[in-house]
């Protein structure tokens, strides 16, 4: 170990090549997750909101008003 740090020491342009080849690839593994991250949450949206359209017509093309098709439910999921 000591000799490590003496290699170090006496090189130094390796020592800050090499914690600047460290620091980019963990500050663009960082700024992937925060893309993916943010990716997922654009996604859960717009699936959310695909739903909530899809309901709708669900409910429309039945025919039966909204309090209605929640008594059905209901009764459905408590059997």
């Known amino acids: 170990m000591t ?9 130094a342009g390796i ?3 090499a914690l ?3 620091a980019t690839v ?3 593994g960082w700024g992937n997750l925060r893309g993916a991250k943010r ?6 949206v717009k699936d959310a909101a695909a739903a909530t359209e899809a309901q ?3 409910d429309a093309v ?4 909204l309090d209605d098709n929640r008594g059905r ?3 459905w999921s408590k059997s």
């Open 15 to 17: 020592a800050l090549a």
């Open 26 to 28: 963990v500050a663009a």
């Open 73 to 75: 439910l209901g009764r």
């Open 62 to 65: 039945a025919g039966r008003t």
């Open 20 to 22: 600047g080849a460290i």
């Open 3 to 11: 000799a490590l740090i003496v290699f170090l020491l006496e090189h």
């Open 39 to 44: 990716e997922r949450n654009k996604q859960a």
């Open 56 to 58: 709708k017509i669900d």
